[in-house]
């Protein structure tokens, strides 16, 4: 899509099948300067009986400055969007995991704009 930067991650049982334990995609789209967070789109899906959107996240995001810390924060509360019955504490686990790398790996994606973690520094020092 024109301007968004886009990512698919997904763990499966095997190698050799389509079939994912969980997945999540990320869409998204900066400011100019690559520094606020303009539009964003997240889904999951093997989380639940159906896949869903993460709505509260997206919301979250949009319009806020771009940072690691940020982007963990929503990552983490994503997690509560495990509904499955089976290997919940697991699936949380990749849903924090997936939901970061869908997000910062659709960062990277961003066509002609160098993206700029707010909190880049305090975390180089780290």
Do not use: M, W
Request: hydrophobic share 40%; glycine share 10%; with cysteine.
């Amino acid at each position: 899509v024109n301007g968004y930067g886009g990512s698919f991650q997904k763990v499966g049982q095997r190698r050799s099948l389509v079939i994912s334990v969980a997945c999540a995609a990320g869409l998204v789209k900066t400011d100019g300067d690559g520094r606020v967070f303009e539009d964003v789109r997240l889904a999951l899906g093997g989380v639940g009986p159906r896949p869903i959107r993460l709505v509260e996240a997206e919301q979250a995001l949009r319009g806020e400055r771009i940072s690691h810390a940020l982007i963990e924060r929503v990552a983490r509360t994503a997690a509560a969007s495990v509904g499955s019955r089976s290997r919940q504490e697991y699936r949380r686990d990749v849903v924090v995991n997936f939901v970061r790398a869908a997000i910062e790996d659709a960062l990277a994606n961003q066509p002609d704009v160098e993206i700029s973690f707010e909190d880049a520094k305090e975390r180089a020092d780290a």
